[in-house]
């Protein structure tokens, strides 16, 4: 359950910090992508794919929101932010599996 609410938590931080952020480069990616390694680092599988999954929503559905600065309302452009936030899941899941699989070799290298 930890992982979980630390996944939601790292997630918000993390939009927060680069929605208010004076620049974004390319390397503003880096922390992403080690934290969402490091979601499914020693975990389950399926541990993995849900924390990483959350992570990933989150951390792409705030940062739109949270950067948004449109003449819009922002509640109108709710739904193009979740598609951004599922495709932000999914590279989350993907990231997180990644840990486990590295986790996992660093196992069997042991034994």
């Known amino acids: 359950m930890t992982r979980f609410v630390s996944a939601i938590?790292?997630?918000?931080?993390?939009?927060?910090?680069?929605?208010?952020?004076?620049?974004?480069?390319?390397?503003?990616?880096?922390?992403?992508?080690?934290?969402?390694?490091?979601?499914?680092?020693?975990?389950?599988r399926g541990r993995a794919m849900i924390a990483g999954a959350l992570y990933g929503f989150v951390l792409c559905f705030m940062f739109t929101l949270l950067g948004y600065g449109g003449a819009a309302p922002a509640m109108r452009q709710v739904p193009f932010f979740t598609v951004f936030g599922l495709i932000g899941a999914l590279c989350g899941l993907l990231l997180a599996l990644l840990g486990t699989l590295e986790y996992q070799r660093f196992i069997f290298r042991m034994r």
């Open 9 to 44: 938590v790292l997630g918000f931080l993390l939009a927060w910090g680069a929605a208010h952020a004076m620049f974004l480069q390319w390397w503003t990616l880096v922390p992403w992508g080690l934290v969402g390694v490091a979601l499914g680092y020693r975990a389950t």
